[in-house]
Nanobody, 123 residues
Framework: QVQLVESGGGLVQPGGSLRLSCAAS????????MGWYRQAPGKEREVVAT???????NYADSVKGRFTISRVNAKNTVYLQMNSLKPEDTAVYYC?????????????????WGKGTLVTVSS
């Protein structure tokens, strides 16, 4: 099994910055893609940014130019640097490991989710 733990959330004023971290642990063989998703109050969960093991990135239009996703494959860790934060960025942010394989059964591919970390942007 794979466990994902997010950290770095908190309260920040509009225009401020936060850096989220997510560390995957367990019997990991490989993770194809890692990403960040968020869910605001009363809204559905949406993708924020993703990054593959090869370094290819994708961003939601709403965060392009403000957020940067990065990954350290050897540590199974993904980061999300969030700058110029807006009140509409307020949400629970979830870490995702996509296309993950475990050492015990590397032929079985599935996704794993973290429990989330709350980001509140307010003055």
């Amino acid at each position: 099994q794979v466990q994902l733990v997010e950290s770095g959330g908190g309260l920040v004023q509009p225009g401020g910055s936060l850096r989220l971290s997510c560390a995957a642990s367990g019997s990991i063989f490989s993770i194809y893609a890692m990403g960040w998703y968020r869910q605001a109050p009363g809204k559905e969960r949406e993708v924020v940014a993703t990054i593959t093991s090869g370094g290819s990135t994708n961003y939601a239009d709403s965060v392009k130019g403000r957020f940067t996703i990065s990954r350290v494959n050897a540590k199974n860790t993904v980061y999300l640097q969030m700058n110029s934060l807006k009140p509409e960025d307020t949400a629970v942010y979830y870490c995702n490991a996509g296309g993950a394989r475990t050492i015990g059964n590397p032929g079985y591919v599935r996704d794993y989710w973290g429990k989330g970390t709350l980001v509140t942007v307010s003055s």
